[in-house]
């Protein structure tokens, strides 16, 4: 990995390790988070469900469209990543999370790394610990699986790479019927024709796994706060256990709304960058995971994003007169630099102020103007 995109993605050093929530029978009280601390409340009685669209329909891009350009999230059936590919990542995820914690801490993210086992890296923006462990893998997880699984550990990262073929294939797929949804072409953007396999014009992806522990107080409790993802897209494999809420802004049916895991489905996000490019057309999602008290909860993210080079803006045929340009242009490392540091923050950060102020006159329901924490 080029070394400026590898010292964006390093964690934020105040990294604590996790205690084995397993073990807990009460919820101590650095997990108890009080309800101006975006803590659990019930989900509003009547709302939408989030949309799921079958790929294989004729109408599929106009769903898309409609998706994108209001909720930001959908989910996808008939997407063509065969079911045993996502079990076999499933597994991967569930073996590791149910190691003793001495095994888990020898795949221990250095507190400057990108890579491996530890708190949720946005644990240093909230005054309360979530209850969740995560493990993050950007290029090939070889070196801490050999670690942990000296004699199995062939068959994990084969299960790894397989996942990541399959999903940047999808990735991609998905972005060409979001941006096609909004009349843009592969022509529109220069950087998308560009076929070389040099690794500064691949797309860059990371694959987070993360494990919800069943919790002896879930109302009290967060497995992950509220964020964007800084992706273009991150398309969400969650396990048969329900946790994933999604932000439905605007009107009477404002709220937090369950996005209820689909056997073989996946949920599709957009992330902070495709909502620069569609110069905030498409909004990215606010989300967050709760937890259960008798259930574990397995989830695994797949966060892609443009090649390192590219510098994203918003496409040239979504700016004009009534749509003055959002966002000034970013590349993915300096945007997951400045998201480091300015968490919930860096999306405005990177906004122009003229515009911004035109848009935010006209539309008061953007979901990026939640503030969390
Ligand atoms: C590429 C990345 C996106 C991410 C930070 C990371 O370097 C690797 C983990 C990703 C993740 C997953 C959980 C939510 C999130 C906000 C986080 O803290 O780590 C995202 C980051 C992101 O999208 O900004
Ligand atoms: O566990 C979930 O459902 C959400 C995970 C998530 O948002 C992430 O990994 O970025
Ligand atoms: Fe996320």
């Known amino acids: ?26 919820l101590p009280d650095s997990y108890q988070w009080s309800a101006d601390q975006d803590r659990p409340e019930p989900e509003p009685a009547h709302h939408e469900p989030v949309p799921v669209i079958d790929l294989s329909d004729p109408n599929a891009l106009e769903e898309i469209g409609h998706a994108c350009t209001t909720w930001g999230v959908f989910q996808v059936v008939n997407h063509g990543v065969p079911a045993a590919v996502l ?6 995820a569930k073996s590791f999370f149910s190691l003793p914690a001495h095994q888990k801490l020898k795949a221990a993210r250095s507190p400057d790394g990108i890579s491996g086992y530890g708190l949720a890296r946005i644990s240093s923006f909230f005054p309360k610990l979530m209850w969740s462990e995560g493990f993050t893998m950007v290029g090939s997880p070889l070196e801490h699986f050999h670690t942990i699984w000296p004699h199995h550990y062939t068959r994990f990262c084969d299960s790894v790479e397989e996942y990541d073929k399959q999903m940047q294939n999808l990735a991609q797929t998905l972005m060409w019927l979001m941006l096609g949804s909004l009349g843009i072409t592969k022509e529109d953007l220069n950087w998308a024709n560009n076929n070389s396999n040099s690794t500064t014009t691949n797309p860059r992806a990371a694959i987070q796994l993360n494990h919800y522990p069943a919790c002896p107080d879930p ?16 398309i969400l494999h969650q396990s048969n256990t329900s946790g994933l809420q999604v932000l439905r802004a605007g009107g009477g049916t404002a709220g937090w709304v369950t996005v209820p895991p689909i056997r073989g489905g996946l949920v599709v996000h957009i992330g902070d960058l495709l909502h620069i490019l569609s110069n905030g057309l498409c909004p990215s999602v606010v989300h967050r995971a709760v937890v259960n008290r008798d259930r574990n909860r397995i989830s695994i993210a797949y966060l892609h994003g443009p090649p390192s080079n590219v510098r994203i803006s918003p496409v040239q045929k979504l700016v004009g007169p009534s749509q003055p340009q959002m966002y000034r242009a970013v590349t993915w490392t300096e945007y997951l630099g400045t998201k480091a540091k300015h968490f919930d923050k ?13 848009k935010d006159h006209n539309n008061n329901n953007n979901n990026n103007g939640v503030q969390v924490g």
Do not use: W, Y
Not at 4 to 26: C, G, M, T, W, Y
Not at 87 to 92: Q, S
Not at 228 to 234: A, I, Q
């Open 87 to 92: 079990d076999r990542m499933e597994d991967v």
């Open 346 to 358: 860096a999306l405005s950060s990177v906004r122009l102020c003229a515009a911004a102020e035109a």
């Open 219 to 234: 109302d009290r409790a967060m497995g992950l706060a509220p964020h964007t993802d800084s992706t273009l897209v991150t």
């Open 1 to 26: 990995m080029p070394s400026k995109l590898a010292d964006a993605f390093r964690s934020h050093p105040v990294d604590i390790q996790p205690k084995n929530l397993h073990d807990l029978k009460e």
